[in-house]
């Protein structure tokens, strides 16, 4: 590497699919600090909260740096020999099918690539499925029946092109920030832009919409089916669209064909609003169409797909200028996994599994022994095959399927039962790598080599600008390996994952004369000079073409066999049960709460990376549970209280979050918090493992679970120096902060000796001052304790959850306590003259908090724009802007009352 002089690497985020470019800048002394690519077409130089904290997350602090196995380090060469022997004898023994692979949204293409070859080519199964079942396929599906491919149409322009936006079950504002943001600022500059928000919550995403739909769970199928009438009903059906493109339109609109109070009844919302919604979306010729997770993840997600699609379709309002459907896609490269065919249904390249010309295809491509001939189990399903003893080898690699999937403790205990697991991770204790036989330790984001595929089909470079720590080694690489030891070298001789990617372009130009949607030929013969510079592109980009198609199907051009658009109608049409037989959830009591499930701002899934971050650590600090005023009332549970949630024997501890916000009779917890954040907060061991027919996709949005008040005799917070090595309590949720760490913690009894269970917690030595104080008939207990002038850990202890300056006590954890009055504030939570508590960290790039946007309130600012100049909140990445503007205007409407 450079010395000397500071060095830029451009690479991509790795967070989620709106894709920013990054620029990493290393200095001579090794450290990194990141800002946006101004000249990346999906950001334009914006970084929101994650990518801006991006620097905090690439220490090699609980990295995996050696293969395991068993729990003993292990060299390279022995630990892929048994994996290739194991899985081997295993396929010999029991059939290609007895072996399956778990792979991940977030493996780079090459990654993806090589893992669905080696499965579907060489071993000849395609028990190769991946996370983004979880979080694409009912979209892929729906894609696949209305256009007979998964293409995205559009493009992230059409965002600012648009006249109305209409987000279904998408919490923008915090999964895809940057896109929230480029919206934000069109609004901003052009306030006639419409934006309605479908949602059964109220969420953030809310705050800049004109309209909020507060949708019963699962309403979708019937609003869209109702839009859809409303559509024809008012004449807006384009028909020379209609007629020349497409198929079905009639049976949809029979399906569509319900009275306005029929809908109401199902999807919840007031005639009159629904009146508005349809009228503004019927009159307004450039709409965009932006679903996410309330959509795909539901037992009906790919008929809402479609409904959705057929919308846009009977209008005629597809891959135009403004005017679209358009799902965003969650992980980095959930895009890229759809295009090497990474899932159990699909084959490589956009070409299907089912079709034998596609297969014979593959197979004289890759020039391989074999070819899976059908379909191999979808996620759920091949975890029920490992818990069956179906599948006895499974290599998971780049997810953790015991936090992330529905019934997740039966996930575990499938994975401790199955006779071989291999696990690559970067990190060396998830809860994943816990019921591992052979651990890889895998390159992470800022050491690996390849590309990635955003939300508008858009393909873009990470590169390297660290060196590979440890034995550690890209997955492509460590795929590769296990295939050429498994007898397969002639297919898996690729030396760089430019060679990978090359073949992955060259066989989605393989015969392919505009049969195929994916067709990235022009870059089919790119050698390593080539590749490094390969600047971000749209796909497709066929041989000789010097830019990409930039959208699909505004004029026909479908995929099907017949070359039109599909019209599909809900299966409880197609079943010829009539209009919605099956009602969507309801919010019935008697079956318990539906648990809506979902993420927070500043934490990414099971938080191996947003959970090293102090500053990503602050903003939402333990689980929670949002729940409705009166459902809290009726349940017995009091604000900031911790609720028990539970589900046949799986139970889950959460604190109250009672919000209007939350529709009655739904409660959301994120899917975030696990064994490594707190005491029992795994959400997914609750949720069933329903899913879609069609697409396998499970309803992770639509469990059930019982709510009780946990009962708590004493709660605690502390701040420690030292994590502590085990936390003794029945209720704890632990984060990262500056200098330390913060606990949160509730007891079922109070414990005699608090003095005890502290220094323990501390971990302290014996040259520790202590200051402490104890009022046993309140139930009172404080305690400091410090090592020189540095606070080695602080406890507050109440019978109520503990009322004391949070962002003021993490603070002092980094800071210098020489005077005994600096010590008796802390001990008494009591900022000294000239310091304040800061309250709930609201921005997490400058740290500032609640307490500061509220006195920068009191004192006059009455915009967000105000509010930054006075605080710098909201002035760097932008991602707090609406949460900034829903405390002016809670206090706006405090003062007004
Ligand atoms: N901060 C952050 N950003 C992320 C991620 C992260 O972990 N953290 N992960 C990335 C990934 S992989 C993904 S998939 C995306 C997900 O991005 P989103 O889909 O935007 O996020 P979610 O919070 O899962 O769910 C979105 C919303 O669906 C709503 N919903 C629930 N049920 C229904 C319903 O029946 N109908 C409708 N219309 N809405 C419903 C929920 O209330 C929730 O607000 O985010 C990506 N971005
Ligand atoms: N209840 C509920 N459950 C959900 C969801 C929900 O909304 N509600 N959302 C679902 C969705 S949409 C998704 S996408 C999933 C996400 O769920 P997961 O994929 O299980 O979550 P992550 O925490 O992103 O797991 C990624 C793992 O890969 C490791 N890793 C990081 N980089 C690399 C790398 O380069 N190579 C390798 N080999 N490993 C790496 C990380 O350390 C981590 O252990 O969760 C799903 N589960
Ligand atoms: S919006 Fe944020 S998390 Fe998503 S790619 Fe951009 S910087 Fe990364
Ligand atoms: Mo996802």
Redesign the pocket.
Known sequence: MATGAAHDVKTTCP???VGCGVIATVTPDGSVSVSGDPEHPANFGRLCS?GSALAETIDLDGRLLRPHIDGRPADWDEALDLVAARFASTIAEHGPDSVAFYVS?QLLTEDYYVANKLMKGFIGSANIDTNSRL?MASSVAGHRRAFGTDTVPGNYEDLELADLIVL?????A???PVLYQRIAAEKERRPSLKIVV????R?MTADIADMHLA?S????VALFGGLLSWIANTGALNYSYISNFTTGAAQALRFGAQDLRAVSRKCGIAPSQLIEFYSLFTRTERTVTVY????N??ETGTDKVNAIINCHLATGRIGKPGASPFSVT??PN?MGGREVGGMANMLAAHMDIENETHRARVQRFWQAPTVATRPGRKAVEMFEAIGQGHIKAVWIAGTNPVDSMPEADRVRAALAACPFVVVSDVLADTDTTRVAHVLLPAAAWGEKDGTVTNSERRISRQRPFLPLPGSARPDWDIMADVARRMGFAEGFSYTTAAEVFAEHAALSAFENDGERDFDIGAHAGIDAVGYEALAPFQWPQRRGAVTGTERFFAAGGFFTPEGKGRFVAPREARAGTGPLARLPAQEPTDQGFIL?T????????TMTRTGKSPRLSQHMAEPFVEIHPDDAVQSGIAEASLVRLSKGPAQAIARALITNRQRRGSV?VPM?WNDRFASNARIDALVDAVTDPVSGQPAL??ARASLASFNAAAYGFAVVARKPADIPADYWAIARCTGGWRLELAFGQAKDDWHAFALRLFGGGEHVDILAYNDVGAGRYRIAAFDGAALLGALFIAPQPVGVARGWLVEQLATSHDLQRQRLAVLATRPSAGQSDKGAIVCSCFGVGSNEIAAAIASGCRTVKAVGDATQAGTNCGSCRAEIKGIIDAKHLQAAE
């Open positions: 967070y989620c699919g994650k949204g979080c279904v079950g998408s919490n923008l915090w999964c895809h479908i949602d059964p919550r969420t949708i769970p699962d309403g979708d996410s997770q309330g959509v993840q539901s969650g992980q959930a809506n979902g993420r927070v701002r500043d934490h990414w899934h959301f975030h949005k639509q």
